[in-house]
């Protein structure tokens, strides 16, 4: 064998290695989003919704959630005219909740209008409960805000919560993270005047 033989022979060889590492590599990306795509509960996982191009991934995602943890009317509302829900659904007490779920970063936090607007939205569905559940955190005063209205608020970390407990099949706490109340105390603009005046 020459000289030009063996360098045709490596060229060729380190062809097919490219090949079959730009192969290797699509396969991985094209699962991820295929995942994602399906938004299949059981396969998704914190990562894969940080991962997600826009919010109405992460809707469709929570819309499968909900059907599965078993609520019974669960609607994935129309994006153009939701009207500040992205998902309305029954509890196990009957009560009718709307969602908004917001998809940002886990650095980007949920701000007032997020409470606003779910809690605007209560009457056009005629819920009797509204949650905000977000990939991300919120700032302190949309914290405040939300409890002044008995607006439910689920963080990062609830929803991490809420997946691990899926998918260990552990439905019956999954259902009562979602359900419970929030007990944080309320600052209202009337009690901070007060405690000022002191």
């Not at 894969?48 to 009317?73: A, C, N, P, R, V």
């Not at 809690?119 to 302190?140: G, K, N, W």
């Not at 706490?173 to 109340?181: K, Q, V």
Request: glycine share 6%; hydrophobic share 40%.
């Amino acid at each position: 064998m020459n000289w030009s033989e063996n360098v045709t022979l490596w060229v060729i060889g380190c062809i097919i290695i490219l090949l079959l590492l730009a192969w290797i590599i699509r396969r991985v990306i094209g699962r991820g989003q295929r995942i994602r795509s399906e938004a299949n509960p059981r396969k998704i996982t914190i990562k894969d919704i940080d991962k997600m191009e826009d919010g109405s991934e992460f809707e469709l995602y929570l819309y499968h959630l909900f059907e599965q943890l078993g609520y019974d009317e669960v609607h994935k509302t129309t994006s153009s005219r939701d009207f500040g829900a992205d998902l309305v659904f029954v509890d196990r007490l009957g009560r009718r909740s709307v969602i908004q779920a917001k998809r940002y970063g886990a650095n980007h936090p949920v701000g007032l209008s997020a409470v606003q607007e779910i809690y605007t939205s209560m009457r056009y569905y005629e819920a009797d409960r509204s949650i905000v559940l977000t990939s991300a955190r919120y700032t302190e005063a949309c914290r405040t805000l939300a409890a002044v209205n008995g607006v439910k608020l689920l963080d990062r970390e609830d929803l991490m919560e809420l997946i691990l407990l899926f998918k260990a099949r552990r439905v019956e706490e999954a259902l009562e993270l979602i359900e419970e109340d929030d007990h944080e105390p309320i600052e209202t603009w009337q009690s901070r005047r007060k405690r000022q005046s002191r």
